[in-house]
């Protein structure tokens, strides 16, 4: 007696390698996702930084761009600078903040 094995048809591979195709980009996509911005108090000011699936992926305690180790002045400052390096990341841009950069989005560079 033989046995007969029926090997499986290209549209089944195509199948598979579909399924596969789109678990990874799901993955990527919730990667990408998870970046989250979170402010803290520092001595004299405050700082941001950006975790990823709950590990520390930017941590700035002082404000980039700008000569010394100057914090933000507010919360609220430092909150924009850091949606504004989540949104470089997202849109795979380098993650650094010029001096214009801040400005623009009404971030004052000088500690009070």
């Known amino acids: 007696m033989r046995f007969m ?3 499986p048809s290209r549209s089944f591979f195509a199948a598979i390698l579909l399924v596969v195709a789109a678990l990874i980009l799901i993955l ?3 990667s990408k996702d998870n970046l989250k911005v979170d402010t803290f108090k520092t001595g004299s000011g405050y700082g941001y930084s950006i975790t990823t699936h ?3 992926y ?3 305690p002082f404000i980039p761009a700008v000569e ?3 914090p933000f002045s507010s919360r609220s400052d430092a909150r924009k600078a850091g949606k504004m390096v ?3 990341l997202k849109n795979k841009e380098e993650p ?3 001096v214009d950069d801040l400005l623009n989005e009404g971030i004052n560079i000088r500690h009070n």
């Open 5 to 7: 094995t029926k090997i």
């Open 28 to 30: 990527f996509l919730r």
């Open 54 to 56: 709950g590990k520390i």
């Open 58 to 60: 930017i941590y700035q």
């Open 68 to 70: 010394g180790n100057i």
């Open 86 to 88: 989540q949104r470089k």
């Open 96 to 98: 650094s903040l010029s």
